[in-house]
């Protein structure tokens, strides 16, 4: 439990701000509420996929789109008709190059599959959407940890949020300690050197969402790491449906409780 003195701390301040602004990412009119479809195209031979405009169809290494001036798409920000060929989106979804109004279609790419994304700031969710219930900040939950890197990047199957599964790349290890014991994360390294990782504890499915997110910085030199479940972060699929998170992989659900960080989306 907070008190007044950690209230005051610079520490308590800089939670704040990261708290407030994720409920504002989350609520943006392209943040993650706003998914209401991820079509693989795999599953729409026929090349229409229903409730979105225009033809889709995967060609080579890449997805091509059919239009006509009916269907009130634009490309590049400019009134589309004809064919063009589309890769994997890559950037923010509001800088998606196909558009319709306001509603974004992102193409995604996994594992040599592709799929329509279709982002709709109109979305129920998003407009039932209140806040995140996150703990307050709680300094026991911001430890020193070591980062311990494998020999070589290893990638496990994990079942997603889809149903399917995928493959999960791993980078290393976290170590830290909580009450006196060791526990460790498998973690992957972004390409700013940050961490990431997906895991599961005592609280999941309980008082918590049944999975969630960590991101620590980037380590030091010497491997040292600071791990603030404080800023543990609800997966996108705790938002929509449509995203395809994947599940802890095994070893990364702890046997303890944390009860930090974001737990659930909370609806008005």
């Not at 190059?97 to 329509?116: D, H, M, N, P, T």
């Not at 995140?132 to 079942?159: C, E, H, M, N, Q």
């Not at 309980?206 to 603030?228: H, Q, W």
Request: aromatic content about 8%; charged content about 25%; hydrophobic content about 35%.
């Amino acid at each position: 439990m907070s008190t007044d003195a950690q209230q005051d701390s610079e520490e308590f301040h800089a939670w704040q701000r990261w708290h407030e602004g994720r409920i504002v990412a989350v609520a943006a009119p392209h943040g993650p509420l706003s998914l209401t479809g991820t079509h693989w195209l795999a599953d729409h031979p026929e090349q229409r996929i229903p409730a979105v405009p225009g033809l889709w169809r995967e060609e080579d290494d890449g997805v091509v789109l059919t239009a006509g001036p009916e269907d009130g798409l634009t490309v590049d920000a400019k009134p589309f008709s004809g064919e063009v060929r589309l890769g994997a989106d890559r950037g923010p979804v509001d800088a998606s190059r196909v558009a319709q109004g306001e509603r974004r279609l992102v193409v995604l790419s996994r594992e040599g599959l592709w799929a329509v994304r279709d982002f709709d700031p109109g979305s129920p969710a998003r407009h039932a959407f209140r806040t995140i219930d996150a703990a307050p900040y709680d300094p026991k939950w911001s430890l020193d940890g070591t980062f311990r890197p494998y020999g070589s990047d290893r990638t496990v199957r994990v079942g997603n949020a889809d149903g399917r599964e995928r493959g999960l790349g791993l980078s290393g290890e976290i170590a830290f300690t909580l009450d006196g014991a060791e526990h460790t994360l498998q973690v992957a390294v972004e390409p700013d050197g940050s961490l990431w990782a997906v895991f599961a504890d005592a609280t999941s499915g309980n008082s918590s969402y049944r999975f969630r997110f960590l991101r620590p910085p980037a380590p030091d030199g010497d491997g040292r790491v600071r791990i603030d479940f404080n800023r543990t972060l609800l997966p996108p699929c705790a938002f929509a449906d449509h995203f395809i998170c994947p599940f802890p992989p095994p070893g990364n659900t702890l046997t303890v409780a944390v009860p930090a960080g974001e737990r659930n989306r909370v609806d008005g």
